[in-house]
Nanobody, 128 residues
Framework: QVQLVESGGGLVQAGGSLRLSCTAS????????MGWFRQAPGKEREFVAT????????YYADSVKGRFTISRDNAKNTVYLQMNSLKSEDTADYYC?????????????????????WGQGTQVTVSS
């Protein structure tokens, strides 16, 4: 079993920054593909970013490319999402996810069905 706990959400003004963290239990975190997804009120969950096992390969949704950065510290069992130049449309609950069966990831890991563990989410509100 893998438990994922997100933190770092909050209220920020448009143009500001936030860094989300997701800490995982388990000794094999370094072998997982990790991803971030978000769900805005009344909308479907959407992909944000994904990272392979060591952070050397990442992939982003077009809507966040150039503004968000996914990174990970395997020694701390933690994946991060640095969010800059935030916009009101970034307002959502943000979820981290782990695919415990894969190390290398790629663009196909924009599909939520690739992931077998999910966190409870952290809320991000961007005021305009």
């Amino acid at each position: 079993q893998v438990q994922l706990v997100e933190s770092g959400g909050g209220l920020v003004q448009a143009g500001g920054s936030l860094r989300l963290s997701c800490t995982a239990s388990g000794r094999t975190f370094s072998m997982y593909v990790m991803g971030w997804f978000r769900q805005a009120p009344g909308k479907e969950r959407e992909f944000v970013a994904t990272s392979n096992w060591d952070g050397s390969s990442t992939y982003y949704a077009d809507s966040v490319k150039g503004r968000f950065t996914i990174s990970r510290d395997n020694a701390k069992n933690t994946v991060y999402l640095q969010m800059n130049s935030l916009k009101s449309e970034d307002t959502a609950d943000y979820y981290c996810a782990a695919d415990s069966r894969s190390m290398f990831g790629g663009s196909r890991w924009s599909d939520a069905r690739k992931y077998d563990y999910w966190g409870q989410g952290t809320q991000v509100t961007v005021s305009s």
